[in-house]
């Protein structure tokens, strides 16, 4: 049975439709990315799958359970990162295993650790800069305990070096601690190194076009990027989207 399953979901708003029969699944432990132009419905098809909106149509399942409408059952880290000003980063990258009562503060530190913000475990969100605040929020979500974890571009803010680290340190974490995660990207080489399905989504309204099968072998090491297979894969991933910008 799929981890998770998106059945035909369309979604409107002010009578503009954003996605239309959107359809595709998710294995479990499968690592799967979403590309599509910007203002496609990307992060509008997250706000589904978390229950924080209501499709028009089509059904969201999760491990065959149908959760259109349900918060809570997904790791979710939204493309602003919303940490809570009051609480510490510390306090707050452990907020979503607290409410579902899995409270580990050694691998909440660890990880602050390896995400290099040990030295501000006790500071304030505000005291942190926009990249810092992501890498906070990002390991709160890997935290949290749900089977699927979904990203909205949760390394937008990052620069090329701290980016290319983070990714392989959530793909380290992913090897030892298997999830699903869906992950929403605008990054072409981003998605190809990570993932090992990329989706990809027509303009407005959004139905899923494409689908590639991303097949280097893991664990993957940053020069496969270099290889002549990857940039095969990144053409093909760019020509599809671009054949839909217009351009
Ligand atoms: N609550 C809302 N009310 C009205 N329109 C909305 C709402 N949420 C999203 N939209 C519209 O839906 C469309 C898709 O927005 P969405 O944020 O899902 O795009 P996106 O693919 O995530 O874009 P980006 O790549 O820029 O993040 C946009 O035209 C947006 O204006
Ligand atoms: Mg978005």
């Given at each position: 049975m799929p981890e998770l399953a998106i059945d035909r979901l369309s979604k409107s708003f002010d009578g503009k439709m954003v996605?239309?029969?959107?359809?595709?699944?998710?294995?479990?432990?499968?690592?799967?990315?979403?590309?599509?132009?910007?203002?496609?419905?990307?992060s509008t098809l997250f706000h589904l799958i978390g229950g924080i909106s209501q499709p028009d149509e089509g059904e969201i399942s999760l491990d065959g359970e149908r959760i259109n409408g349900k918060k809570g059952s997904i790791s979710y880290m939204p493309q602003s990162p919303a940490l809570f000003p009051w609480r510490t980063?510390?306090?707050?990258?452990?907020?979503?295993?607290?409410?579902?009562?899995?409270?580990?503060l050694p691998a909440a530190v660890a990880m602050l650790e390896k995400a290099g913000l040990k030295?501000?475990?006790?500071?304030?969100?505000?005291?942190?800069?926009?990249?810092?605040?992501?890498?906070?929020?990002?390991?709160?979500?890997?935290?949290?305990?749900?089977?699927?974890?979904?990203?909205?571009?949760?390394f937008s803010a990052l620069d090329e070096f701290t980016r290319s680290e983070m990714q392989q340190w959530l793909l380290s974490i992913?090897?030892?601690?298997?999830?699903?995660?869906?992950?929403?990207?605008?990054?072409?080489?981003?998605?190809?190194?990570?993932?090992?399905?990329?989706?990809?989504?027509?303009?407005?309204?959004?139905?899923?076009?494409?689908?590639?099968?991303?097949?280097?072998?893991?664990?993957?090491d940053e020069s496969i990027v270099l290889t002549e297979e990857f940039l095969t894969y990144k053409k093909a991933v760019y020509n599809e989207l671009k054949a839909d910008s217009g351009a």
């Amino acid at each position: 049975m799929p981890e998770l399953a998106i059945d035909r979901l369309s979604k409107s708003f002010d009578g503009k439709m954003v996605l239309k029969d959107v359809t595709f699944h998710i294995e479990p432990d499968e690592f799967v990315s979403i590309l599509g132009p910007s203002g496609s419905g990307k992060s509008t098809l997250f706000h589904l799958i978390g229950g924080i909106s209501q499709p028009d149509e089509g059904e969201i399942s999760l491990d065959g359970e149908r959760i259109n409408g349900k918060k809570g059952s997904i790791s979710y880290m939204p493309q602003s990162p919303a940490l809570f000003p009051w609480r510490t980063i510390l306090q707050n990258v452990l907020l979503g295993a607290e409410i579902a009562g899995k409270k580990d503060l050694p691998a909440a530190v660890a990880m602050l650790e390896k995400a290099g913000l040990k030295e501000y475990e006790s500071a304030y969100p505000h005291q942190l800069s926009g990249g810092m605040q992501q890498r906070a929020a990002f390991i709160r979500s890997l935290l949290s305990p749900q089977p699927l974890i979904c990203l909205d571009e949760p390394f937008s803010a990052l620069d090329e070096f701290t980016r290319s680290e983070m990714q392989q340190w959530l793909l380290s974490i992913w090897m030892e601690h298997r999830r699903s995660i869906l992950f929403i990207t605008h990054n072409i080489e981003e998605a190809l190194f990570l993932s090992d399905r990329i989706i990809i989504l027509s303009d407005k309204p959004a139905n899923v076009k494409a689908e590639f099968d991303i097949p280097f072998p893991r664990p993957r090491d940053e020069s496969i990027v270099l290889t002549e297979e990857f940039l095969t894969y990144k053409k093909a991933v760019y020509n599809e989207l671009k054949a839909d910008s217009g351009a």
